[in-house]
C-alpha cells in the first residue's frame, strides 16, 4: 500500500511540475484516483486553470487554494471525503460554473446553505448514497 501511495504521489508531483512549467496556458489537470488528501502549493500559480479533475482520491478537507484560481470553471471532487465546503469562498468564484461533489459525506449545513447562495451548478448525492463499486 504504502510503495503504491508512494508511486501516485511521485506522479502527480511530476504531472503538477509538468503543467507548471510548460507555462500559464494550461486548461485543464487530471488528478483523478491517485489517493491524494492535499494538494501540491504550486497548484496556486495555475492561474489559466478552468478544469480539475480530482474525483476518486482522498480528501477530507476541501483544497482551498482552488479558490484563488480566478479562470476555475470546473472542479470534480467526486469519491472523496469531503465534508464541508468554503461556500462563501466557492461563491465569490468569477469564472465558476460546475463542482461536483458526489460521493461525498457532505454535512447538512453545506447542504441547506450552499443553494441559495451559489450561482453555478453544484453537483450533490442524496445524504448517505454511497459510490457504486469500481
Do not use: C, Y
Not at 474525483?55 to 483544497?63: A, G, K
Not at 466557492?90 to 447538512?108: D, Q, S, V
Amino acid at each position: 500500500m504504502l510503495r503504491k501511495m508512494g508511486e501516485a504521489v511521485a506522479r502527480v508531483a511530476r504531472k503538477v511540475n509538468e503543467t507548471v512549467e510548460s507555462g500559464s496556458d494550461t486548461l485543464e489537470l487530471r488528478l483523478e484516483g491517485n489517493f491524494l488528501h492535499r494538494l501540491p502549493n504550486e497548484v496556486s500559480t495555475l492561474q489559466h486553470l478552468k478544469a480539475i479533475d480530482l474525483s476518486r482520491n482522498q480528501f477530507h478537507d476541501f483544497p482551498e487554494q482552488l479558490t484563488t484560481l480566478p479562470a476555475l470553471e470546473n472542479i470534480n471532487l467526486e469519491e472523496n471525503e469531503i465534508v464541508d465546503v468554503p461556500v462563501e469562498k466557492l461563491a465569490a468564484m468569477p469564472a465558476l460554473h460546475l463542482i461536483n461533489l458526489r460521493f461525498n459525506p457532505l454535512n447538512a449545513e453545506v447542504r441547506v446553505i450552499a443553494p441559495p447562495l451559489i450561482k453555478f451548478d453544484m453537483l450533490m448525492s442524496p445524504e448517505g448514497a454511497r459510490a457504486p463499486p469500481p
